[in-house]
């Protein structure tokens, strides 16, 4: 009987923390993505590999468990941040990632064929719905 008693403390303490965790953190999928480059310079139709850091800033748990599990996408936009490229990428970011952990991946990106100015934006998906799209874009050149 004690040990239920405890076990309904636990619950309400829990219930109540998370409650108001939301409260302060209502944002349920964000992302800090930082990037150790500014300005990444490609050959036209290049395939290349760099990091990122991706610090969970919402309140949900990224899980890479399936069926749904919390992947990394990106748009490639031309220097209008009109769409060249959609939906590129889709990797899965590895383990549980929870509030201000981060994980580290690599991007594969494919710069254009067509030379010029364009921007990588990138997302935030929960299996293949996009749950958070950043407002930071990483300039690439295309020589």
Same mark, same amino acid.
């Given at each position: 009987?004690?040990?239920?008693?405890?076990?309904?403390?636990?619950?309400?303490?829990?219930?109540?923390?998370?409650?108001?965790? @939301?409260?302060?953190? %209502?944002?349920?999928?964000?992302?800090?993505?930082?990037?150790?480059?500014?300005?990444?310079?490609?050959? *036209?139709?290049?395939?290349?590999?760099?990091?990122?850091?991706?610090?969970?800033?919402?309140?949900?748990?990224?899980?890479?468990?399936?069926?749904?599990?919390?992947?990394?996408?990106?748009?490639?936009?031309?220097?209008?941040?009109? *769409?060249? !490229?959609?939906?590129?990428?889709?990797?899965?970011? *590895?383990?549980?990632?929870?509030?201000?952990?981060?994980?580290?991946?690599?991007? %594969?990106?494919?710069? *254009?064929?067509?030379?010029?100015?364009?921007?990588?934006?990138?997302?935030?998906?929960?299996?293949?719905?996009?749950?958070? @799209?950043?407002?930071?874009?990483? !300039?690439?050149?295309?020589?």
């Amino acid at each position: 009987m004690l040990s239920i008693l405890f076990l309904l403390a636990n619950v309400h303490i829990s219930s109540g923390f998370y409650a108001r965790f @939301t409260d302060e953190v %209502p944002v349920k999928y964000k992302a800090d993505i930082i990037n150790k480059v500014d300005n990444l310079k490609f050959s *036209p139709g290049q395939n290349a590999i760099f990091k990122l850091r991706l610090v969970n800033e919402g309140s949900y748990i990224w899980n890479s468990s399936k069926p749904q599990p919390v992947m990394l996408s990106y748009n490639i936009l031309d220097s209008n941040l009109k *769409p060249v !490229k959609l939906d590129c990428g889709n990797i899965v970011i *590895p383990g549980e990632i929870y509030y201000k952990y981060f994980a580290d991946v690599d991007v %594969p990106v494919f710069a *254009p064929n067509e030379k010029g100015t364009y921007y990588i934006q990138f997302n935030l998906k929960k299996g293949n719905e996009v749950v958070y @799209t950043s407002d930071g874009k990483i !300039k690439m050149e295309v020589r």
